[in-house]
């Protein structure tokens, strides 16, 4: 099976930095395009970043400048550096990654649980 777990969330004052990980693992034949949602209290998951196999990325507005998302291929692991950090960014932030999966081969998405950030003002 495969498995996304994210980890690095935690309480932060704003103006902190925080950096979050995605570790993927289970019987893979591939990742593709990984990337970073969050979902704040009563509002829809919005994407925030993603990032090609080959490293090309793209930021939602709200975070330019500030986030910068990378992966490390060889360890299939997804990281999102968060700097500058505003109550604004509180939220469950969620890995998501384009797996083929060896069980299936075919290619989905695939959600991590989530991780918890906190930005007190």
């Known amino acids: 099976q495969v498995q996304l777990v994210e980890s690095g969330g935690g309480l932060v004052q704003a103006g902190g930095s925080l950096r979050l990980s995605c570790a993927v693992s289970?019987?893979?034949?591939?990742?593709?395009?990984m990337g970073w949602y969050r979902q704040a209290p009563g509002k829809q998951r919005e994407w925030v970043a993603d990032?090609?196999?080959?490293?090309?990325?793209n930021y939602a507005d709200s975070v330019k400048g500030r986030f910068t998302i990378s992966r490390d291929n060889a360890e299939n692991t997804a990281y999102l550096q968060m700097n500058s950090l505003k109550p604004e960014d509180t939220a469950v932030y969620y890995c998501?990654?384009?797996?083929?999966?060896?069980?299936?081969?075919?290619?989905?998405?695939?959600w991590g649980q989530g991780t918890q950030v906190t930005v007190s003002s």
């Open positions: 990032i090609s196999t080959g490293g090309s990325t």
């Open positions: 998501n990654a384009a797996i083929r999966e060896v069980a299936t081969s075919y290619i989905r998405g695939y």
């Open positions: 289970g019987s893979i034949l591939s990742i593709n395009a």
